[in-house]
């Protein structure tokens, strides 16, 4: 099961203010969109996103499982469907020092498949879904909003 972790710190926002930005679903799409095509679906926690990679575009469902802060943390939880690419995808909060900062980690974990799939990801998969997961690190830390200080 191939994975993939990306972090970014958001300075001057607190850990609760992330949280809450991040637990309305309609920032998703914003911060989604550039990183992959991002289109609406019926569920309205629910968006279908396309990925291009090298050998061949990707369709995968991403769809928000939980909103959970009963640990120390705060995180999102998203499943991810689609061929070659259902797993979990989290958005992990912590707050960093000084508290007015907070580390932002993404981290998925996804099912390749068969020998084939698993092959399929080494070549291509796996690089495009990286660089999508850091410039949508990118754009949560330009978009997310910062208190008035």
């Known amino acids: 099961m191939p ?5 970014i710190l958001l ?13 309305d679903f309609n920032n998703h ?10 289109n ?7 968006l279908e ?3 291009t990679t090298k050998l061949k ?4 469902g991403y769809r928000l499982l939980k909103r ?7 995180r999102i939880k998203i499943e991810l469907s689609g061929k070659r690419t259902s797993g979990n995808l989290n958005y992990s909060l912590r707050t960093m020092k000084p508290s007015s900062n ?11 498949g068969s020998a084939l799939g698993v092959l399929i990801a080494e070549l291509s998969l796996n690089q495009a879904l990286e660089q999508s997961l850091k410039q949508v690190a990118q754009q949560i830390s330009s978009q997310i909003t910062k208190p008035n200080t």
């Open 3 to 7: 994975v993939i972790t990306t972090d």
């Open 11 to 23: 300075s001057g926002v607190r850990r609760e203010e992330a949280f809450v930005w991040m637990s």
């Open 29 to 38: 799409a914003q911060f989604l969109n550039g990183a992959f095509d991002v």
């Open 40 to 46: 609406p679906t019926s569920d309205p926690e629910s």
């Open 49 to 51: 996103l396309e990925l």
């Open 57 to 60: 575009k990707r369709t995968l």
């Open 68 to 74: 959970d802060n009963s640990h120390g943390g705060r």
């Open 102 to 112: 907070t580390l932002l980690t993404i981290h998925l974990d996804y099912s390749a």
